[in-house]
């Protein structure tokens, strides 16, 4: 089964901005839609941002306008841009398909507070 790894995240005051990437092994991200999931703290995983093998993009309300998904098939890599972040945006966030259907990565960590 493939491998994905999640980076970029960080410590970041309220309005503040983060670009998260997640590379894939394989040519995962090629044939597959690509989602942003996140999870707070006694919460429950929830989906983020999600992008068809196409390119098209859908966001949870919470996030439109503030979060940019995109791809580059050629890197195998997706990328979650993260601008005016609020302090309830604060949780582990991972990538998968979107239907999920690999192993969870480790995720990473964004913590918005001042």
């Known amino acids: 089964q493939g491998q994905l790894v999640e980076s970029g995240g960080g410590l970041v005051q309220p309005g503040g901005s983060l670009r998260l990437s997640c590379a894939a092994s394989?040519?995962?991200?090629?044939?597959?839609?690509m989602g942003w999931f996140r999870q707070a703290p006694g919460k429950q995983r929830e989906l983020v941002a999600a992008?068809?093998?196409?390119?098209?993009?859908n966001y949870v309300d919470s996030v439109k306008g503030r979060f940019t998904i995109s791809r580059d098939n050629a890197k195998n890599t997706v990328y979650l841009q993260m601008n005016s972040l609020k302090p309830e945006d604060t949780a582990v966030y991972y990538c998968?398909?979107?239907?999920?259907?690999?192993?969870w990565g480790q995720g990473t960590q964004v913590t918005v507070s001042s």
């Open positions: 992008i068809s093998s196409g390119g098209s993009t």
């Open positions: 394989g040519r995962l991200i090629l044939f597959n839609a």
């Open positions: 998968n398909t979107q239907p999920p259907g690999m192993r």
